[in-house]
């Protein structure tokens, strides 16, 4: 595996850590618990799926997983600015979080534009 390939299975393993640290601090209304369970499970599921699509059978199947992982990190974002603008959970960590969300968001889109360009 390559130098890049490890810092974006690094990047991620560490973004659905932060994911677990703010949905453990959320309050305990409704709102913020129905919302902190869609975000721990797209935002963890960011990282899960990068390491599928690392080991994909093709460039298609790469394409694929690659197109769940953008799905799942765009989720992501949606979620946790929903969390920041209703000031249900906010600071520089989430700003940082979000941050690294947007990021790792356009990285995977970036990649499946260029696997399909040249497909």
């Known amino acids: 595996m390559d130098s890049r390939t490890e810092q974006l299975r690094k990047r991620t393993k560490d973004f659905a850590l932060g994911i677990i640290h703010v949905f453990r601090d959320l309050p305990e209304t409704k709102e913020a618990q129905i919302i902190g369970n869609r ?7 960011v990282g899960a799926n990068y390491r599928r699509a690392c080991h994909a059978q093709s460039r298609a199947d ?4 690659i197109g769940v992982v953008t799905e799942e990190a765009d989720e992501s ?3 946790l600015e ?9 600071g520089a ?11 790792l968001t356009a990285i995977f889109s970036a990649s ?3 696997a399909k360009r040249r497909k």
């Open 112 to 114: 499946r534009r260029t």
């Open 77 to 79: 974002v949606f979620w």
């Open 93 to 103: 960590g989430l700003d940082r979080l979000l941050q690294e969300c947007r990021e």
């Open 82 to 90: 929903l969390l920041s603008e209703l000031n249900i959970a906010k």
């Open 39 to 45: 975000l721990l499970r797209c935002g963890t599921a």
């Open 62 to 65: 790469f394409i694929s997983r």
